[in-house]
């Protein structure tokens, strides 16, 4: 089979109904049945992103927010016959109010809401595909929110309450996932003493993370959640200090939240970007 690459499917929410809309057709005419890949990769951008919030653009930086569309760059470039798909989703309930809402008060926070939304639309977007191509496998993929979504949806599926059975999940990149465990199999911590990309002296040929060996299993804001198993092809990562998987870094959410946006922005191996790395880990882990 061709490879199908970069070719966006957009998902989106539909007001008082769980199923997702697809509007967009990877080959043919608009009356065609969509060409069926191997794997479809399902990317679910971070709050504040994805076209919700970019409702004019059309670019992947754009639709899948640009952590996500990092690590799905990587992934196609790993893998062939691939078809990429994008949530869209409220996504909100990042603002420090709304954080503190959705810690103390969960069950009736706007991030609740939000995430329960994409969590909807990405498992209808699971269900229509797989409807359609029935021998497609899954990748997730997802930075913040979109990674508590797609957390989420892996855990359903591999427990066997999911749109698709557990082997036909390829894998799942969980970036800075709010309910990271850093007790589960292949979750890695990483640390980053550097400067904050965002000040004019910052310099990205310098600027490094490197891998936590010592394990410190931290977890996430919203709370750890259950382990995965080893045989799970989940990879999670989250860096130290980043507020948002890291509950234990509780003075950055004021004085440092800019660390939650250094995945995409610092560099680990290969002069390449965190997010590089973490695509090419679960193409990897997909492949088998």
């Known amino acids: 089979m061709s490879p199908i690459r970069n070719t966006l499917i957009p998902l989106i929410a539909v007001p008082a109904v769980t199923a997702s809309m697809l509007v967009g057709l990877t080959a043919g005419t608009a009356n065609a049945q969509p060409t069926c890949a191997d794997t479809v990769v399902i990317g679910v951008p971070g709050t504040f992103q994805g076209l919700q919030h970019n409702p004019d653009k059309t670019d992947n930086v754009s ?8 690590a799905v760059s990587a992934i196609t470039s790993e893998l062939d016959s691939v078809q990429v798909q994008f949530v869209s989703y409220m996504a909100e309930g990042a603002a420090w109010n709304s954080a503190i809402n959705a810690k103390v008060n969960y069950d009736h926070s706007l991030y609740r809401e939000s995430k329960d939304g994409g969590y909807a639309t990405a498992r209808s977007a699971v269900a229509n ?5 029935p021998s497609a496998r899954f990748l997730l993929v997802g930075y913040s929110q979109g990674a508590h979504i797609s957390a989420d949806l892996a855990q359903s599926i591999l427990h066997g309450h999911g749109p698709v059975d ?8 969980l970036i800075a996932d709010p309910g990271y465990n850093g007790s589960s199999p ?9 400067k904050n990309p965002d000040d004019s002296n910052f310099d990205s040929s310098k600027e490094t993370v490197f ?16 382990e995965f198993n080893d045989s ?8 130290f200090g980043d507020p948002v998987c890291d509950t234990g870094a509780t003075t950055n959410a004021v004085t440092k ?5 250094v995945y995409g922005k610092v560099n680990y191996t290969d002069s390449k970007p965190l997010t590089t790395w973490g695509g090419k880990a679960i193409a990897e882990l997909a492949r088998g």
């Open 129 to 133: 595909t797989h409807a359609t191509c």
């Open 211 to 226: 891998q936590n060996d010592d394990r410190w299993d931290i977890s996430g804001s919203l709370g750890s959640r259950a």
């Open 257 to 261: 939240v800019w660390m939650h946006g």
């Open 63 to 70: 639709l899948l927010g640009p952590e996500v569309a990092d």
């Open 166 to 173: 557990a082997s036909q999940l390829a894998g799942a990149l």
């Open 186 to 194: 292949r979750a890695v911590e990483f640390q980053y003493n550097g």
């Open 232 to 239: 799970d092809p989940i990879i999670s990562i989250c860096v």
